[in-house]
């Protein structure tokens, strides 16, 4: 029932054999980057909250070698159009959608006075695209480490993940955060990466015990523009920050909140409480799991499930019937807590739960969710994995 990961290696194995066949020669680099799920700490990474993704075990992949022009020629597994563009001038955004990531991480190169040769690469991926799993950042940040060796240049894991979320707001016009970029570069085998959005400071938290197991659901919807709605999501946060009067979410007290409700609309309030419980209970499931606490840390994951479909008013019914589902199957069935993972209206759920009864909790999912959809989800078990990385040179 569970879907299974591929291997990175065997990825990387495809990855440089479609090369050749595409290419006529062997690829010379091969470079890999990961998605990421969020344990909690939702929708507050642009509000300088604290927010517990990982690193997960579906990646993309990129075969590349130099082709001594000043183009980049690239083609996928996931789309028939290749991309052909210059490198050696400024990037403009273009056809096909997904070359965007690239020609970003490319203008961000050329930002910091380093020229990218010209290169040819097949990009293979395990990670599903609008599933939540933050496959655009796996993108920019696996091209990033990639134009890294083919440049010779050395860049720092923190200003590479700046330089792939800068790609995404510049290439794509999503004002994200930080967090995908930073989990899908900082990921660590069987760690957490605690990300302080305000200091850009990360920790990381072990999170490896066999004993249990993260399932991560894909409905197998996209609902809305998230573009846009996402936008307006982070300018509600934004006015909320300004009638409180503080300068960051970090300084706002709950008690702060109440003070300044009756200078919000009743909407921006509801936002400005997710705001500051998401950053409260964070904080709370990082001390849970330090201790071992797995109930508090499940009724953490469902209180923000709860926040963010009434509150911040970004799940969907996709999403909470998986949750719903999760919680009635309950600590007898070896649920610990669930709740959506990523930016919403659509994409992924979080199921933490008991491993020896991780298949069947991953059965009934599916069941009860073709009952009610018509369609099944995809369900697969992530442990935290690697971050982005050079795998051949
Ligand atoms: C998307 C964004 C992230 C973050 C999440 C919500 O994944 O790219 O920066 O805001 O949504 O937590």
Known sequence: MLSPNTPIESLAQTAGDIFREHFGSDATLVAAAPGRVNLIGEHIDYCDGFVLPFAIERTVVIAAAPNGTAEARIATAFDDEPATFSVGSDQEIGDPKWSNYLRGVVQGFRQRGIDVPGFDAFIVSSLPGGAGLSSSAALECATATLLETLTGARIETREKALLAQKAEHDFAGVPCGIM??????????????????????????????????????NTKVSHELSDGVYAAR???????????????????????????????????????????????????????????????????????????????EVSCPELDHLVATASEIGTAGGVIGARMTGGGFGGSTVTLCETAKADSIAAALVKSYEEAFGFAPEIFASRPAEGARIIVA
């Open 180 to 217: 995908d970029q930073f989990a899908s570069s900082f990921g660590k085998d069987g760690q957490l990466v605690l990300i302080d959005c305000r200091s850009g400071d990360t920790e990381l938290v072990p999170f490896a015990d066999p004993s249990l197991t993260l399932l991560v659901s």
């Open 234 to 312: 982070r300018k509600s946060t934004e006015d909320g920050l300004a009638a409180i009067g503080k300068p960051s979410w970090r300084d706002v007290t709950p008690a702060d909140l109440e003070i300044a409700a009756t200078s919000m609309d009743p909407v921006t309030f509801r936002r400005a409480r997710h705001v500051v419980g998401e950053i409260a209970r964070t904080i709370g499931a990082v001390e849970a799991l330090r201790k071992n606490d797995f109930p508090l840390l499940g009724r953490l994951m469902y209180e923000s499930h709860v926040s963010l479909r009434d509150d911040f």
